[in-house]
């Protein structure tokens, strides 16, 4: 009986994880698709859940599975032929996306990133990339300028370090509680508690002097999209 109610307990977590494996060879395969048509992935955003979305050329996205709000927003975007620039998950239920002109909508996300987007959209500042988790985001936008909440003082310190060499943060990405990455110039980067292994990758494709585009994680999952949708990824 207890190995019975053992197993009973594992249930959930091996289901989990056989879902996960599933969601991340779809998303594996989308980027395969991408490259034989030529699309270039703008960015990709992955839930808690393993859910993900992908964002390609102006206004295409593909993805795994998100709640009907979002898909809703994403549909009108695309028929209208609206410039996506970002979209990405909070949680598994909220979510923000910024189209063209600072268009922007959400979904359950911190009070603090909601009045900082309305701040910046009527102001007319460029927005570039949001990076954003339950208790901490940050904004690249115009030309090099970062507003940001709750971040770790590691991270604080390296934007400030960056805009005093005039060094323009392009790319913003959370790992966790307080590890992160920066990529700005073409390849540099600078981050804190990361995988080593993804460290190891990052500096390969620098040697290579290859464009480093983004870098996307899930707990201790990730991924590097490169040059023209190359990709390297630890699943």
Known sequence: MK???????LLPNILFAQDLYSK?????????YMDSLNL???TISIAPSGDWVMLYEDFGYTYSA?????????TKLNSEKTIIKDYDFISDTSWICISKNNAYAF??????LATKVKELNQNKDIIYQIAADDNKWAII?????IAYNNLPKSAIDTINNLQSQNRLIRYISFFGNDGWIMLYGKNDFSHNNIP?????????LKQKGVLINFVT???????????????ICNF
């Open 217 to 231: 994680f899930f707990n201790q999952a990730w991924i590097i999209v490169y040059d023209e949708n190359d990709f």
């Open 196 to 204: 080593y292994n993804l460290v190891n990758e990052l500096n390969a």
């Open 66 to 74: 998100i709640n009907s709000s979002a898909t809703n927003y994403l």
């Open 141 to 145: 936008y115009n030309r090099g300028k």
């Open 24 to 32: 991340f060879a779809q998303l594996k395969s989308e980027l395969f």
């Open 40 to 42: 270039k992935v703008k």
């Open 3 to 9: 190995k019975i109610a053992f197993l009973l307990l």
């Open 107 to 112: 979904k359950y996300i911190q009070q603090s």
